[in-house]
């Protein structure tokens, strides 16, 4: 049907800057909203960014003046642009697409900061 695909991750220092992509593919026409979701060990899966189809983006205040979220529709991909990176942002990161009919999620991407 649909797949998500996320990639970007991996290891850097506290205080950098990372960029996460995730790109859909199958039976979609568009993408109408984008999530992204961070679950770290031990914790609740908890929401980071939205975007829609006209450009709104909402943030969680834990993120809020340091991550930006986007699109290229053309490619039908989002990314998660991730600056000031702090250890607190170490998880797993998911992309999520909510349908009509479905909601899909991505495997995952898993972003470390650590020195």
């Known amino acids: 049907q649909v797949q998500l695909v996320e990639s970007g991750g991996g290891l850097v220092q506290p205080g950098g800057s990372l960029r996460l992509s995730c790109v859909a593919s199958?039976?979609?026409?568009?993408?109408?909203?984008m999530n992204w979701y961070r679950q770290a060990p031990g914790k609740q899966r908890e929401w980071v960014a939205t975007i829609g189809s006209g450009g709104y983006t909402n943030y969680a205040d834990s993120v809020k003046g340091r991550f930006t979220i986007s699109r290229d529709n053309a490619k039908n991909t989002g990314y998660l642009q991730m600056n000031s990176l702090k250890s607190e942002d170490t998880a797993v990161y998911y992309c999520?697409?909510?349908?009509?009919?479905?909601?899909?999620w991505g495997q995952g991407t898993q972003v470390t900061v650590s020195s």
């Open positions: 999520r697409v909510p349908t009509t009919s479905t909601t899909y």
């Open positions: 199958g039976s979609i026409f568009s993408i109408n909203i």
